[in-house]
């Protein structure tokens, strides 16, 4: 299913490329959706051309499957994830409206955690709140003349609190409209 998503992803991206140059629509401010983990709306505001702060308000845990092992027991939930990245971002390969970013920042994410010892009790799980670093590197089209930009990313979170190192691949794809 994630590679149904990536090849339609830049199908779209391949047929959105016009023959000649077009002007960047990336304005102060783009909001939009993100399909991935996390999954959610995703807000961006610029600074100058070549630096972001990006938000993601989302669910967390259901791209890669509900259920995960984790410390000694399992997440079998989505939860809620808030995370936060500043970005530096380029023209690639000459184009205004094709850029690469890449930034570090953190997450903050809400779990139902399902320990070992708790198994078979009549309330055998924990909302689990977890807090990490997180990295992400992607690319991002602007759409010529149209106030629209796609995105295309991934990155790693590693957590902090609770569980030291506890790692997870994070990628996503989505649309903001630029303001």
Do not use: C
């Not at 983990?37 to 890669?64: C, M």
């Amino acid at each position: 299913m994630q590679k149904s998503f990536l090849v339609a992803f830049v199908a779209l991206m391949l047929g959105l490329f016009p023959g000649s140059r077009a002007v960047a629509q990336y304005n102060n401010w783009a909001v939009g959706f993100r399909l991935g983990e996390p999954s959610g709306i995703n807000v961006r505001k610029y600074f100058r051309d070549t630096k972001a702060f990006d938000l993601n308000v989302g669910s967390y845990g259901g791209l890669y499957g509900n259920t995960r092992e984790y410390r000694q027991g399992r997440y079998r939930s989505i939860g809620l994830s808030v995370q936060g990245h500043y970005v530096w971002h380029n023209r690639l390969f000459g184009r205004d409206n094709l850029r690469g970013y890449y930034g570090l920042g953190g997450q903050v994410n809400r779990r139902r955690y399902y320990p070992d010892n708790l198994r078979g009790q009549q309330v055998d799980y924990i909302a689990e709140i977890s807090l990490g670093g997180s990295a992400i590197a992607g690319l991002e089209y602007f759409v010529p003349d149209k106030p629209f930009s796609v995105f295309l990313e991934s990155g790693l979170y590693v957590e902090v609190l609770p569980a030291p190192l506890f790692m997870n691949v994070q990628s996503g794809l989505g649309l903001r409209y630029n303001f």
